[in-house]
T-cell receptor
């Protein structure tokens, strides 16, 4: 069964600094990969997804992610963080008709 | 705007008192999902409907049931809530079940069992 690991439980960055959130997956083939964001008390919003093709995918709100097959990783990046980016970020994978499997999430705090 | 709506947003119930959470969608999607998300944890799939076909996850407690009377609505029934059922309940929809189908999430219902 596929699994997702987000090694960082909590990250704090300064506003304007760059951001990278890590995600590693375990699956025999290339699964479908997603990043979701959840603001406090809210549902999940899809930031971006990767199915195939160009390994660098662009998402909403200035986020991008890079798929690296050799490292089984799908890290999320943003060049300049805004205070409004403070939220919980979930990486998720799906293979075939199996359920969407989420990582445990990374909480992002943004300081002035 | 097409969307996924959940009511109520906040629900408080007593231990053992049945509760029903509601989800509706204007996306006309075939699949509707219910997730449970406990504090500081990842969402966990409880079950989903593919049209009228109900699919339960193996580890979903019997205490949790669901109904989908039509395409637009789906309900989560908790027959005898326990303290451990305190959580955020998220409804999601997707056009189809294939792995590439994006899931659209509602804002969630925060349930507190006292």
């Amino acid at each position: 069964a596929q699994s997702v690991t987000q090694p960082d439980i909590h990250i704090t960055v300064s506003e304007g600094a760059s951001l990278e959130l890590r995600c590693n997956y375990s699956y025999g083939a290339t699964p479908y990969l997603f990043w979701y964001v959840q603001s406090p008390g809210q549902g999940l919003q899809l930031l971006l997804k990767y199915f195939s093709g160009d390994t660098l995918v662009q998402g909403i709100k200035g986020f991008e992610a890079e798929f690296k097959r050799s490292q089984s990783s799908f890290n999320l990046r943003k060049p300049s963080v805004h205070w409004s980016d403070a939220a919980e970020y979930f990486c998720a994978v799906r293979a075939g008709n199996t359920p969407l499997v989420f990582g445990k999430g990374t909480r992002l705090s943004v300081i002035a | 705007d097409a969307m996924v709506i959940q009511n109520p947003r906040y629900q408080v119930t007593q231990f053992g008192k049945p509760v029903t959470l509601s989800c509706s969608q204007t996306l006309n999607h075939n699949v509707m999902y219910w997730y449970q998300q406990k504090s500081s944890q990842a969402p966990k799939l409880l079950f989903h409907y593919y049209d009228k076909d109900f699919n339960n996850e193996a580890d979903t407690p019997d205490n949790f049931q669901s109904r989908r009377p039509n395409t637009s609505f789906c309900f989560l029934d908790i027959r005898s809530p326990g303290l451990g059922d305190t959580a955020m309940y998220l409804c999601a929809t997707s056009r189809d079940r294939g792995q590439g189908n994006e899931q659209f999430f509602g804002p969630g219902t925060r349930l507190t069992v006292l």
